[in-house]
């Protein structure tokens, strides 16, 4: 017997990060990188019937690629959150997802790990405009810091140069 469901409108929420943005960031001096500007791109797609959602992502600076990921959200039903597993050029496998919810046109979310925790927020100015910001507090500490942070808009065209 097949097991089928049927994505609720709390997945389909995550098609708002579906397509291809580009953007400028403001990346903060941390152990792993100077301060400095970056570019930006995304590409998000659907996936497994609208159940998940994947986003490429790759940072530029100077010219060349500075990092890169692979984020896969989705949404809990048993918690009535949203969950950010993020694979990165890092390195650092996820011990668990970040977990959060959304708050009008914000998406909230958090997670923590050994070396500390971590807060992503998105707000959608509207649908072909969205910010985020990175923030990241070392274990034992209560000061936030910024990481990253950037203004992404929907690009005109639908072909991406992520693979």
């Known amino acids: 017997m097949a097991f089928q469901s049927t ?34 791109e995304f590409s998000g797609e659907a996936l ?6 994947e986003q490429r992502y790759r940072q530029t600076r100077d010219g060349a690629v500075s990092f890169e990921s692979r984020n896969i959200f989705g949404f809990d039903a048993s918690d009535q959150t949203y969950k950010l597993y993020q694979f990165d050029t890092a390195g650092f496998a996820p011990p668990v997802p970040a977990s959060g919810e ?19 927020v998105f707000t959608f100015e509207n649908e072909d405009c969205y910010r985020m910001g990175v923030s990241f507090s070392p274990a034992g500490s209560d000061t936030w810091q ?14 991406s140069n992520l693979s």
């Open 7 to 40: 994505p609720s409108a709390a997945h389909f929420r995550l098609n708002a990060f579906a397509g291809v943005w580009e953007g400028d960031e403001r990346v903060a001096a941390s152990a792993w990188t100077s301060e400095g500007k970056a570019s930006a």
């Open 48 to 53: 497994l019937g609208g159940f998940f959602l």
């Open 102 to 120: 959304w708050n009008g046109s914000e998406l909230v979310l958090m997670k923590t790990s050994p070396r500390g925790s971590q807060r992503t």
């Open 146 to 159: 910024e990481v990253v942070s950037g203004v992404y808009r929907r690009a005109s065209s639908t072909s």
